[in-house]
Every structure is written in structure tokens, then in C-alpha cells.
């Protein structure tokens, strides 16, 4: 019998991964930071069985939806050797569900990281960079958003005219020290389930109007955003949260299907976000996910006084915060 267990963070897009082409391959580059509170942890066994099996607990309940979606993922990855073996993968979030924090990225992270073990064992057990690409390539065909979560820190994904970035998998990114501690304070404005999800989101980009010029600016934002999180530059990098959280929206907006996932006070949080940074001079930016929820992204230095103001002016708009920080990485238990 085969036993291990992992944990993954979530991440944060700074620069968006919007629109696939081939195999689960990205439309352009993205970059991301991973989280520290954010994390699943997933727990997997595999032991000799009559045939190949799957099976899950999630919260320590049995899953359908997952069993069926994860047998035909572990199925679909090369070279793993599944004939007669039973899979049992037991899996819980830190973040509590209804949170509008996607569990994709870190879930299927986690599990990658797992798989990958379990294949490395049969020849060896290093856990070397040449380990994380192969785990960062498998969590990417569960969802390609996860496979920057096999990384800590920030992590980009995608060909982008440099040798060492990839398609198939994320690679870490070496930023200033001032955004070591990056904060992320989750404003959770909205928790039901998404009306469109986020590889339909995908898939409108395939005949979308304006999907060129997305993948033109995508690049453009990217290599800029590198720049200025190497060079310390907030004002740099928070410009560019605002600008590719919005032309995200736009896409969604503008998409062969059109639909809005933004909420009233959505919108009602960013013109006090901007207010705040105007008044107060303290570089306070947003960005957003494929959802209605705000991620707030600020250097830790302004913690106490953007903390309060989230508390006092921006929690009435919402149900929760998270207050979340660059995090350090998956971990092996
Ligand atoms: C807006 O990785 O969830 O969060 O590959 O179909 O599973 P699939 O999509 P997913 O898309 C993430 C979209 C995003 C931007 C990002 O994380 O880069």
C-alpha cells in the first residue's frame, strides 16, 4: 500500500489565464501569487484492487460528483500506473465552502502533488524541481489555474519568449522583497455557486470579438507586470491588477454569450477602494477572480490602517473577509 498527504494553496491571478487552446494549454501568459491560509489538504491510498478504482471523501463525506470527475482525471494522466489499484483520496479546505474561493486550484494541486509522488516512488523519491514541473503539469490537465498552486510565492504559466516558461506547467517567479508579504484580504461579497463557470468562460473565447486583442494585451500586461514586481514598483503592479481584473469582466461581458458576474456592491467596493487610495495615498489596489468578490492587494507595511478601513467601510458591503498573505507553498504532512 501507497500513502501520502499534501497541502496546496490557492492562488490569486494578478495577470489572467482567459482562453485555452489544445490540450489544456493557455491562450497566453498569467502570473499569480499563491496564498497561505487558503489550502486543501488532500490525503491519498492506493492499494491493490480487482480493477481501477476511485474513491472520495470530501469533508469526510462521500462524493459522486467528485469520485466520477476524479477517476476520469486520474485516468486521462500518462504513465500513471492505475491497472488494479484503488485510489481512495480524502480531502478537506481550510476555507470554509460557500466562501466564493474556488477549490479547484488548490484541490487539484494537492492531488497532483499526491499522484505525483505515488509515481515517483516507483523509481524514485526526490522531491527535486523536475518532481513539482511533473506535478505542475498533471494539476494543470485537472485545472490549469492549479497548476500555479504546486509553487509558493508567485509563479507565472505560459510561453512568453522566455526559455524556461512553459505551457505545460508553472514556473517560479523571484520578486523584490517588498512583496514577500504580500497581502490578500478576500472581501467575500457574494458565496452561491457561479451561473457560468469559469472553463464555459473559456470556451467563449473561442469566437470571441475581441479575444486577439485579449491575448495581445494579456502578453503586453504580463511582461510589465514582471518588470514591476522585480523592481519593488506597487503603483506598477496595482495599475495592472485593476486593468486585467476588468478586461476580464469585460471579456465575460462581451463574450459570444454575454453574462455579468459582478454584483452591485461589487462595484459599490471598488469606487471606495479608489476613494481610499486618493485620500489616503496608501497603494490599496483590487483585482477579481471569475466571480463577484474583491481581492484586495496591498503591501503588509498598511496593514493596520487598511485592515480598519476594510472593517469599517468595506465589510458592511459584504459577507466576510479572509485576510490572506503571499504564502510559502505546499507541504508534504
Ligand atoms: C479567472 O483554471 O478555473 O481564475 O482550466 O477550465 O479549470 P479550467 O479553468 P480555471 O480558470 C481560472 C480563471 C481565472 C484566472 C486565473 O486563475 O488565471
Not at 524541481?129 to 510565492?153: M, T
Not at 510561453?159 to 512583496?179: K, Q, W
Not at 486593468?243 to 459570444?256: F, I, N, R, V
Request: a neutral charge; hydrophobic letters at 40%.
Amino acid at each position: 500500500m501507497f500513502t501520502t498527504t499534501w497541502t496546496a494553496p490557492s492562488n490569486i491571478a494578478f495577470i489572467k489565464y482567459w482562453g485555452k487552446k489544445g490540450p489544456q494549454l493557455p491562450a497566453n501568459p498569467s502570473l499569480s501569487m499563491s496564498l497561505q491560509e487558503c489550502v486543501t489538504k488532500t490525503q491519498l491510498e492506493v492499494t491493490e484492487h480487482d480493477e481501477f478504482t476511485v474513491e472520495v471523501l470530501f469533508n469526510e463525506k462521500p462524493s459522486e460528483v467528485l469520485t466520477k470527475k476524479l477517476f476520469d482525471y486520474i485516468k486521462s494522466i500518462p504513465d500513471l500506473d492505475i491497472s488494479k489499484k484503488k485510489f481512495k483520496i480524502t480531502t478537506s479546505n481550510t476555507f470554509p465552502h460557500g466562501t466564493g474561493i474556488a477549490s479547484s486550484a488548490s484541490g487539484m494541486a494537492a492531488l497532483a502533488l499526491c499522484l505525483a509522488e505515488y509515481h515517483k516512488s516507483l523509481s524514485a523519491s526526490e522531491f527535486d524541481i523536475e518532481f513539482f514541473k511533473e506535478a505542475s503539469s498533471w494539476a494543470r490537465l485537472g485545472s490549469g489555474s492549479a497548476c500555479r498552486s504546486v509553487f509558493g510565492g508567485f509563479n507565472t504559466w505560459g510561453e512568453c519568449g522566455e526559455s524556461d516558461r512553459s505551457d505545460l506547467f508553472a514556473t517560479p517567479l523571484s520578486v523584490h522583497p517588498s512583496f514577500k508579504k504580500l497581502k490578500d484580504s478576500i472581501l467575500v461579497i457574494d458565496d452561491q455557486e457561479k451561473k457560468v463557470s469559469s472553463t464555459a468562460g473559456h470556451g467563449e473565447m473561442k469566437n470571441h470579438l475581441f479575444s486577439a486583442a485579449r491575448f495581445e494585451s494579456a502578453k503586453k500586461h504580463f511582461s510589465r507586470m514582471v518588470s514591476a514586481l522585480k523592481s519593488g514598483d506597487m503603483e506598477e503592479v496595482g495599475t495592472l491588477l485593476e486593468k486585467e481584473a476588468l478586461e476580464l469582466h469585460g471579456m465575460m461581458m462581451t463574450s459570444p454569450h454575454p453574462y455579468i458576474l459582478l454584483k452591485p456592491n461589487t462595484l459599490a467596493a471598488i469606487e471606495l477602494v479608489q476613494d481610499f487610495r486618493i485620500q489616503t495615498k496608501i497603494p490599496l489596489f483590487f483585482t477579481l477572480d471569475a466571480g463577484p468578490n474583491l481581492h484586495l492587494i496591498y503591501l503588509d507595511t498598511h496593514t493596520s490602517k487598511v485592515e480598519t478601513f476594510i472593517q469599517h467601510e468595506l465589510l458592511p458591503l459584504a459577507k466576510k473577509v479572509i485576510h490572506d498573505v503571499c504564502g510559502e507553498g505546499p507541504r508534504k504532512c
